[in-house]
């Protein structure tokens, strides 16, 4: 659904991880790919981080989802008869409440779509897939049970990754990725090159660095483009102290959610 919210005339097309989305659009095989980052429950996805800064693409979008996920199973099927759901281990952890409640077995799966499809393409008996009524429609699939996840304030943040930036629009986003040297104050320099041109941060995260232990690298985000001269000023400023700085992506800004 985020895929088809960013880019309604584009035809989606399931991969069987994020690394695999990551690679096809690296290599041009895709034209762009949609990749959650965000929950408002399970907070951050860190393997979409640690991708951005391992692939050289750049976000170019964003747009926030509720997630109201159902049960979906195949035409005539029972829920008495469901004896195992298969979904993403993230679908399943946000739906946690109610599958406890029945007796069935938990299968972790690759996407919450694919599980749908996977369902409706096989001759799978007595499985049950968590997932959206849009993937419901898309594959054929009866809605057993739905807003089964177990808060109602729900929502996913997904970016777009596309090989190249797209022209400048609207309120703008930016997102960086640096590291800084084991310094006392180090992180409150970094972020005054930020405060002190009034540019309002709305994120940071911090990831470590592989093969590196106790190092990490911070992920932000922030108001404002590239193109603007106080970003362009902060970012001079940062570069200066940081050990490494790359911007991932400037993008028009999506504040809102959709319904």
Sequence with gaps: MATNTLETEAECVPCRNLTDVFGQVDAGDLDSGV?????????SIGETYDLLLHFDLVITGE???PIDHCLLAT???TLDAVQRVMSHPQALAQCHTYLNS??????PYYDTAGAAKDISQSDITGAAAVASSHAAEIYGLEI??????????NFTRFYRI???PRPREGNSKTVLAFSLPH?????????SSFACRSLNLTRIESRPIKRHPWEYVFYLEFEGHTEDWQVESALEELE????????LGSFQSNGRREQ
């Design 183 to 191: 310094q006392p104050g180090s992180l409150f320099m970094a972020m």
């Design 240 to 247: 200066s102290k940081a050990s490494m700085l790359r911007v």
């Design 102 to 107: 029945l007796p069935v077995e938990q299968v």
């Design 63 to 65: 747009i926030i989802l």
């Design 162 to 164: 596309e090989k190249h």
């Design 35 to 43: 990749v959650p980052v965000e929950n408002s429950l399970a907070s």
């Design 75 to 77: 035409p005539g099927t």
């Design 144 to 153: 057993l049970a739905s807003g089964i996840q177990s808060m109602e304030e």
